[in-house]
Every structure is written in C-alpha cells, then in structure tokens.
Nanobody, 119 residues
Framework: QVQLAESGGGLVQPGGSLRLSCAASTGIFGFLVMEWYRQAPGKLREVVATVSPGSSTVYSDSVKGRFTISRDNSKSTVYLQMDSLKPDDTAVYYC?????????????WGQGTQVTVSS
C-alpha cells in the first residue's frame, strides 16, 4: 500500500516560482516511478514530469526547461520545482506513483494541490 500526500500549492504571480512536495508513506519508495500530473478546469489530466527509481527524468513539452522533478529516497519524497510560471500552469497538481516491478501497472494517487498563477 502506498499513500501520497502533496503540499506546496498556492497562488503565485506570472513569472514566479513554487515548489511542490509529495511525501510517500511506503516501504517500497525505491521501487516507485514517481510522477506529477495536473488537471485544469475542463481539461483532461495530463502528466507533466516523471522520475524513475534511478532518477531519470522525463518532461512534457509544455513544462520542459521550466519545471524540475527530483526525488529524495532517504525522505521518500518527490519534488516539483516550478519556475517561470504562466497562467496556463493553473491546475490541480497530483502526485502519482507505480511500482516499476509490477506486471500490471496500478497507479497510486495523492489528493491533489491547487496551483493558481494569476496577477
């Protein structure tokens, strides 16, 4: 069982920065692929960044060069550093995880944290 808890959302002006955190309550963090998704009103949920157990990263084109995903295995925590924020980044951000060893992928989800970029 994996429980995820996001924090760090809020209101920020365009061009500003925020750092999201996701703490995982699990003994298998080292085997988890960690992801950040977001969902804006009226839009589908989309993946924005992924970090593997070995810390390889992948970003969506919409955030590449502005967002940085990282993980601290000693704290069972993943971070999303968001810089140069734009109004289009406004969304609920979700932390998600799946076990890289699993034969069938089954994502775990956090409750989400709101990020609002507005002047």
């Amino acid at each position: 069982q994996v429980q995820l808890a996001e924090s760090g959302g809020g209101l920020v002006q365009p061009g500003g920065s925020l750092r999201l955190s996701c703490a995982a309550s699990t003994g298998i963090f080292g085997f988890l692929v960690m992801e950040w998704y977001r969902q804006a009103p009226g839009k589908l949920r989309e993946v924005v960044a992924t970090v593997s157990p070995g810390s390889s990263t992948v970003y969506s084109d919409s955030v590449k060069g502005r967002f940085t995903i990282s993980r601290d295995n000693s704290k069972s925590t993943v971070y999303l550093q968001m810089d140069s924020l734009k109004p289009d980044d406004t969304a609920v951000y979700y932390c998600s995880a799946y076990d890289v060893r699993a034969r069938i992928r089954d994502n775990y989800w956090g409750q989400g944290t709101q990020v609002t970029v507005s002047s």
